[in-house]
């Protein structure tokens, strides 16, 4: 099946400073990139969709200056957390969408990335 | 506007026993809906999907869920629950015609019981 690698799994960063989060598809084509975050004991929360070429789309209440998100390739899109503070602790999933075949929605995760701010 | 309400952000069961999550959608246009699996500390994992063919749809680790259009529900089960099954449930609806973004419930933590 369709694999999307995150990197890095885990990080740990001090305030202020600025953390970059890679989400690639190996084998597989992606235009569309999804970031999400997601709060210990809750469900997924959509950050910004991520097309490749184009800026991102932001969700309602998300702050585009704090999450960065560029889509370079077909297969690389970044989410970069600048300035983090405690508040931004959280774990972040990407997914994409593929390009090719019946588009059926079906999305394909990263393994996750667990920011933690000190 | 579309949504998933999933009844039950826990639910436990007995290892053997049947597992039944629960997930009711709401969409303007005919959805796509999707069940996917969450261990910790980990990404999501497609269980599996209904996009518009065999309303009783099969997926991996013997899990099966049925698009019922009148009560608009797609409830998840399996016949026995085995004790890997533990984890994170999340059901999903995208509206269909692609390119849609995807929609999650809150998620059912399961529990099975040696």
């Known amino acids: 099946g369709a694999v999307v690698s995150q990197h890095p799994s885990r990080v740990i960063c001090k305030s202020g400073t600025s953390v970059k989060i890679e989400c690639r598809s190996l084998d597989f084509q992606a235009t569309t990139m999804f970031w999400y975050r997601q709060f210990p004991k809750q469900s997924l929360m959509l950050m910004a969709t991520?097309?490749?070429?184009?800026?991102?789309?932001?969700e309602q209440g998300v702050e585009k200056d704090k999450f960065l998100i560029n889509h370079a390739s077909l297969t690389l899109s970044t989410l970069t957390v600048t300035s983090a503070h405690p508040e931004d602790s959280s774990f972040y999933i990407c997914?994409?969408?593929?390009?090719?075949?019946?588009?059926?929605?079906?999305?394909?995760f990263g393994e996750g990335s667990r920011l933690t701010v000190l | 506007a579309q949504s998933v309400t999933q009844l039950g952000s826990h639910v436990s069961v007995s290892e053997g026993a049947l597992v039944l999550l629960r997930c009711n959608y709401s969409?303007?246009?005919?959805?796509?809906l999707f069940w996917y699996v969450q261990y910790p500390n980990q990404g999501l994992q497609l269980l599996l999907k209904y996009t518009s063919a065999a309303t009783l749809v099969k997926g991996i680790n013997g899990f099966e869920a049925e698009f019922k259009k009148s009560e608009t529900s797609f409830h998840l089960t399996k016949p026995s629950a085995h004790m890997s099954d533990a984890a994170e449930y999340f059901c999903?609806?995208?509206?269909?015609?692609?390119?849609?973004?995807?929609?999650f419930g809150t998620g059912t933590k399961l529990q099975v019981i040696p």
């Open positions: 997914s994409a969408r593929p390009v090719t075949g019946v588009n059926t929605g079906e999305l394909f």
């Open positions: 999903a609806v995208s509206e269909s015609g692609g390119y849609q973004k995807v929609t």
């Open positions: 969409s303007s246009v005919p959805p796509y």
């Open positions: 991520s097309n490749e070429g184009s800026k991102a789309t932001y």
